[in-house]
């Protein structure tokens, strides 16, 4: 595996290419948006794997199934079909490929179940989303049904995925100003550097 330096620079360009990308009926970029998930989870005096999880929710919408298959090729003892998965569990594959921590990887592949809960338990959460959310829910499977939200609140790391999902929806803010993506690179070097 590649030095954790080299794939933090990896999911860094990435992200980079998003300051480039809209973000789905918002008007930030993709890159201000992680920025700003990223932000407000440091704001909450979140640990350093919720705040990494913030700032990578959404590097399944950049990273390419192709780019999956190329690293999955590898190993043939485990192979997952990214031709109709949504980016949230492209993105935790592809984060996990590189040596990302559970914790973090789970986040990331939860903020899409953690939206379909919170319209289902909170009314005024779904008053709130914006249109673009709204729209995306249908496609995401709608909200959950009671026995889904029972079980979704059994997961160890609940609080932490329904938060991440509160802030992803908090961070569509034009003109926030936020900390740099420079800013997390020695972050992100060390959890790499701390995994197994």
Not at 16 to 39: C, R, T, V
Not at 120 to 136: H, Q, V, W
Request: aromatic content about 10%; overall charge negative; proline content about 4%.
């Amino acid at each position: 595996m590649e030095l954790p330096e080299t794939r933090v620079t990896a999911v860094f360009q990435l992200l980079e290419n998003g300051s480039k990308q809209g973000y789905i009926g918002e008007d930030i970029s993709q890159l201000e948006h992680a920025l700003q998930a990223a932000f407000y989870a440091t704001q909450a005096q979140s640990d350093n794997e919720t705040v990494l999880a913030a700032l990578l929710h959404d590097i399944g919408q950049f990273c390419s199934a192709k780019e999956l298959r190329r690293m999955l090729a590898s190993d043939s003892d485990k192979w997952i079909d990214v031709g109709v998965v949504g980016h949230e569990k492209l993105g935790a594959e592809y984060l996990r490929r590189l040596g990302f921590s559970n914790k973090v990887c789970e986040l990331v592949e939860s903020h899409v179940v953690a939206k379909r809960y919170l319209t289902a338990t909170e009314p005024e959460y779904y008053a709130g989303l914006s249109k673009a959310s709204k729209l995306s829910l249908k496609f995401q499977g709608g909200p959950f049904t009671p026995e889904e939200a029972r079980a979704f609140e059994q997961d160890p790391f609940f609080q932490e995925k329904v938060q991440l999902r509160k802030w992803d929806d908090a961070a569509k803010v034009v003109g926030l100003e936020t900390p740099g993506l420079e800013t997390y690179r020695r972050l992100a070097t060390k959890h790499l550097q701390a995994q197994p």
